[in-house]
């Protein structure tokens, strides 16, 4: 599989450069380990080494990134995430949005050629180019197995059908990004949407680079192509405002639990080791609200297989 790994400068004459780029730079999968080709960008750090790979899914799987504008300058934070990502022993490769087109192009005929598991994950610009490099797979019939974007464009696409899991971060008030995307009416994946916009300390120059963050998405991206999506249950979407000074946990959707004899919203936290802030935002109901036995409550949920998930710490 062939894959290039490096970075637009903007212009005619640079996108034609990286153009010749994409058909002779490589990143060969053999054996058990990966060799990921380095970034190319000026003054970039080298690639991080891979691990020896695990799951076959895990040795096919292609994480494809995308800067924002003025990326090499503002959304730095997609090459740290890549390091997380390629240390996990998956594919992966960093590009600007400008030739979104024509990396799509590519992973079509790649995909033909030899299927495999697919991550997009995208900052701005970048955002909107995973969006849109999704809806390029669903008229081709191609799965994503997961889609993140990081305060998106406005005017951005719905998630399309063929998505597994979509997480968008986003902060509603920015003019840079601030893109609320939703979900497409036949989508039927699992969604998570978390408006940072209460967090003085997110801007949309630093929301890429939140390292607390990037380590929740790299062992998402792991989680999604290493298992399937299909959770028993109805898939219920999480919109979430996340206070200030609290933990940013990044759940993949919602579900729904019945309520007991004497069940409160903070009985139900403690229970599932959640903050109550959760619950009261995905029931819409005040913290001392009273709950009738038999009524359904939203829970958030990870879908980390059980025997990988981490122990959720109490926040309240």
């Not at 730079?25 to 970034?39: I, L, S, W, Y």
């Not at 790649?110 to 180019?129: A, E, N, Q, T």
Request: net charge neutral; hydrophobic share 40%.
């Amino acid at each position: 599989m062939v894959l290039a790994f490096f970075a637009c400068h903007g212009g005619g004459s640079a996108i034609a450069g990286q153009i010749g780029a994409v058909k002779h730079a490589a990143a060969e999968v053999t054996g058990d380990r990966t060799a990921v080709q380095g970034n190319s960008s000026p003054g970039a750090p080298p690639a991080a080494a891979t691990a020896p790979l695990g799951e076959p899914a895990l040795a096919q799987a292609h994480a494809y990134l995308f800067r924002g504008a003025l990326g090499l300058i503002f959304s730095r934070g997609m090459d740290k995430l890549a390091a997380k990502i390629q240390r996990a022993g998956i594919i992966t490769n960093v590009y600007e949005f400008t030739i979104c087109h024509l990396i799509t192009a590519t992973a079509i005929e790649d995909y033909k050629s030899k299927p495999f598991p697919i991550v997009l994950i995208g900052h701005s610009m970048g955002g909107r180019c995973a969006l849109e490099f999704s809806e390029k797979l669903k008229d081709e019939g191609i799965p994503v197995s997961l889609v993140v974007t990081i305060d998106p464009a406005h005017l951005s696409p719905d998630v399309p059908n063929n998505v597994d899991r979509f997480i968008n971060i986003f902060l509603a008030k920015d003019v840079l990004g601030g893109g609320d995307i939703k979900p497409a009416q036949d989508f039927r994946g699992h969604y998570a949407s978390y408006d940072l916009s209460r967090r003085d300390e997110v801007l949309h120059i630093n929301i890429d680079k939140m390292d607390a963050v990037h380590q929740q998405l790299a062992a998402k991206v792991v989680e999604a192509v290493g298992s399937p999506a299909k959770t028993e249950g109805e898939t219920v979407p999480l919109r979430y405002t996340v206070p200030p000074k609290t933990v940013i946990e990044l759940w993949d959707s919602g579900m729904w639990v019945t309520a007991r004899p004497g069940d409160t919203l903070q009985t139900i936290a403690a229970q599932y080791r959640l903050p109550t802030w959760a619950l009261t935002q995905s029931n819409q109901v005040a913290e001392n609200a009273s709950l009738v036995p038999g009524q359904r409550v939203v829970v958030p949920r990870h879908l980390a297989p059980p025997a990988a998930a981490e122990p959720i710490s109490s926040k309240r």
